[in-house]
């Protein structure tokens, strides 16, 4: 894995602070960009709180 990223989440997937600009990403196992956040409530919603919705019964919150 490059320096360019901080890891802050293993769980639903590998998630980091890409450090050249500030912004959120997920990242492949092989450490590829998938998605990218600019404001850690933008992650929050589009890969946390997207993929438990239905678990937690939160698909009615989501805007």
Not at 14 to 21: E, I, K, P, T, Y
């Amino acid at each position: 894995m490059k320096r360019d990223y901080l890891v802050f989440h293993v769980g639903t997937g590998l998630s980091a602070v890409r450090l050249a600009d500030g912004h959120y990403v997920t990242l492949t196992d092989n450490y590829q960009e998938l998605s990218e956040f600019f404001s850690l409530d933008d992650w929050y919603v589009g890969e946390v709180r997207s993929q438990f919705a239905k678990r937690y019964k939160l698909d009615a919150l989501l805007v």
